[in-house]
């Protein structure tokens, strides 16, 4: 079975490629219908990873959120025309202590090995997971991201103490703002409280109890554990602002990604007794639970339905520059790609 992969070649260059499907592999065949771009794609995309990366991983077909339609399947669980979320996270091996998302042996679509843009997606049955009638596809789209919020707020329940009167959230964006729609559900008898610097982004957390510009924190406010959903260059603005209002023996969950090494004041760290530990990407079991909660909780979906900022119907390579163009200049949201290719 032939199959066309539109692949990043270079900076802002997608070029068609085919390989062949086999069929005889114990595999599904699933064909993609909505994408989301996360910001990840974006860096590939517009060339601003380190050169020697692009180098490694290119050429390379880019999205590692989405959902599609199974077409063929060689095993029970699955039937044609079945509606799946398809999960990036593709471990070769199995451990007793570290989760699969990781093992670094583990491999990971569109930072190693081809995403989801392409016409058909061959995919291990346990790589993908139903999805229930009615979901939002859209919303659907980057269940991925949502799954990664999911996994953080799963890990803090072990790992923090049980006194959790007031969480704090850094951040404004996306990826704080799913974290607290889940914080909410996870957590109800938790005030929610959000710090930002967008005080018009703010406002879109109206389901938390508290949102503050981080400018004008009172001096006697203290939160009992934190969760940093900043990254890049403000990291270690908003990480040592939690270590200073953070309640001694807090947990800090850090989730927001930096390119390079941030200073934090370990001294506080240490004087206060906190723990602090980082999360990244998910896996199967966290798919599981958002789904299970997108269908528990329906109104999780219309929360998260705010965050739909673009849609853009892709049928020719063209639409696919359009598509990563408008979600660069896009303040907030996602960028949803109709994938009819």
């Known amino acids: 079975m032939l199959n066309t992969v539109y692949r990043l070649t270079a900076p802002r260059r997608i070029e068609i490629a085919f390989t062949e499907i086999d069929l005889f592999k114990p595999e599904v065949v699933v064909k993609p219908t909505y994408l989301s771009i996360c910001h990840a794609d974006q860096r590939y995309y517009q060339g601003t990873r380190d050169p020697k990366i692009l180098a490694q991983k290119l050429p390379m077909a880019l999205i590692h959120e989405g959902i599609g339609e199974v077409v063929y399947s060689p095993v029970a669980e699955f039937k044609p025309g079945d509606k799946v979320v398809m999960i990036p996270n593709t471990p070769v091996e199995h451990d007793d202590i570290i989760a ?96 930002g610097i967008v005080e018009k ?70 004087e206060k007794g906190l723990r602090m530990f980082g999360s990244s990407r998910s896996g199967r079991v966290d798919f599981l639970k958002t789904v299970e909660m997108y269908e528990q909780f329906p109104e999780i979906v219309e929360y998260l339905s705010l965050m739909v900022g673009n849609v853009v119907t892709i049928r020719h390579i063209k639409q696919i520059t359009e598509a990563f163009d408008s979600d660069l200049k896009k303040p907030m949201g996602k960028t949803i790609m109709k994938w009819e290719k």
């Not at 919020?149 to 799913?178: E, P, Q, T």
């Not at 006697?220 to 260059?233: K, M, P, S, T, Y």
């Open 100 to 195: 699969e998302n990781y093992l670094r042996s583990s491999k990971f679509r569109a930072s190693g090995f081809d995403g989801f843009m392409q016409e058909y997606v061959q995919i291990a049955p346990d790589r993908l997971v139903h999805l229930p009638d009615g979901i939002d596809p859209h919303v659907a789209a980057f269940t991925e991201l949502v799954s990664v919020s999911v996994h953080a707020i799963s890990r803090f329940d072990k790992i923090a103490h049980s006194r959790r009167n007031i969480i704090g959230v850094w951040g404004d964006g996306n990826l704080s703002y799913m974290t607290c729609v889940f914080l909410r559900k996870f957590f109800p008898d938790s005030k929610i409280y959000v710090f």
């Open 201 to 270: 982004k703010l406002q879109d957390f109206t389901f938390v109890d508290e949102t503050i510009l981080t400018t004008e924190i009172p001096e006697d406010l203290r939160v009992d554990h934190a969760f940093e959903c900043v990254g890049g260059n403000a990291s270690q603005i908003a990480i040592n602002q939690i270590i200073d209002y953070i309640n001694p023996e807090g947990t800090i969950s850090i989730l927001g990604v930096s390119e390079y090494p941030v200073p934090i004041n370990t001294r506080m760290i240490l």
